[in-house]
């Protein structure tokens, strides 16, 4: 059993930045893989970001370019670094976390994800 909690969410207005955290419980958070959501009012969940055991990175193209996923496997915690954010990156973003560590049965990067957080809510002002 994984818990993740995210924090860093907060209120920023166009072209700021913000950084966001997932501290994970357990002793084997290097085999995850590690992802990042989010969900705007009224709108489906949609995949951010994703980080798989190996360091290996993706992202989705609304993000690419202005959003950075890493992890330490040391503190057990993997971060989203997002810069030049929008109106539209308004949403709350959860943390999910993979034990296959990414790719298992030929899962896509948005796919496969077995722990979620509770959420940290994200405001860009306009």
């Known amino acids: 059993q994984v818990q993740l909690v995210e924090s860093g969410g907060g209120l920023v207005q166009a072209g700021g930045s913000l950084r966001l955290s997932c501290a994970a419980s357990g002793r084997t958070f290097s085999r995850y893989a590690m992802g990042w959501f989010r969900q705007a009012p009224g709108k489906e969940r949609e995949f951010v970001a994703a980080?798989?055991?190996?360091?290996?990175?993706f992202y989705a193209d609304s993000v690419k370019g202005r959003f950075t996923i890493s992890r330490d496997n040391a503190k057990n915690a993997v971060y989203l670094q997002m810069n030049s954010l929008k109106p539209e990156d308004t949403a709350v973003y959860y943390c999910?976390?993979?034990?296959?560590?990414?790719?298992?049965?030929?899962?896509?990067?948005?796919?496969?994800?077995?722990?979620w957080g509770q959420g940290t809510q994200v405001t860009v002002s306009s």
């Open positions: 980080i798989w055991r190996g360091g290996t990175t």
């Open positions: 999910a976390a993979d034990h296959s560590g990414g790719g298992a049965y030929g899962l896509g990067p948005s796919l496969g994800y077995d722990y």
